[in-house]
């Protein structure tokens, strides 16, 4: 299966002011030389604790943000390209769910007019077939039909969740990025959204980025897993593989603050307090230990 995203030495750096006035300037590389494929149809889970570059990585790649240099290409075109016409191809067929449900959506903006506004702005359906497009997309997402006309705030936090998916959707995309979807979603309706997600993906051929920090979800959804530390990827394999058999110490710490500790495999003989992991040096890079399973060891 061709590879639908590819992202080639991608660096973001951010200058971050300190002092009393600011006159000190520090260079924070949020994103630093991050290389992977995503295929067409998959998911890859991409991991990491607070602060270590999932979201900015997520945000390069679809051109929310300009990297400081790099490449993405999303179906062989550059995202950075600077033809429009490019540009607007690659818009319709790479979108976002972000995190916040609440903050997301427009409170102003009935959910028909947040469902039809990318319809609308690439010009998909004509007037006449735009309600049958609407009903489609509440269809898809599991909302009924008479809800076009409500607002945001008669809705349940999983049901905006829903019209955020839905409005993903709209402009009939390829790939999607989740960044942190589902984690402010109590436990039973992140289940559904979940499921609802891969329901849509063998139903439309998705491909997702998912952005988590929560590794038992990421187990469940994805088909790859990329662990990133201080802006870089340290181990990027299958999710059994990443599970069964992590290499790198971070991923091993990952893991075991993050899963439960009931399956043999997981029972990672590492000391998460008395173990100091050190960034990645620049000079290991990632290794193939085979099957796809890369590490910086």
Known sequence: MSNIVEVKNLTKIFTISKGLFGQKKTEVRAVDDVDFEIKGGSSLGLVGESGSGKTTCGRLILNLIKPDRGEVLIKGIDVYNKDKREIKKVRRGAQIIFQDPYNSLNPRMSIKDILLEGVRIHKLYDKKNEDKRLGELLELVGLAKSDKDKY????????????????????????IVCDEAVSSLDMSIRAQILNLLKQLQKELNLSYLFISHDLPLVEYFCDRVAVMYQGKIVEIASANEIYSNPLHPYTKILLQAGLAPEPETRKLKIDVKRFEYKAPDDDIPLRDYGEGHLAKV
């Open 152 to 175: 945001p705030h008669q809705f349940s936090g999983g049901q905006r969740q829903r019209v955020a998916i839905a409005r993903a959707l709209s402009v009939e995309p390829e790939f």
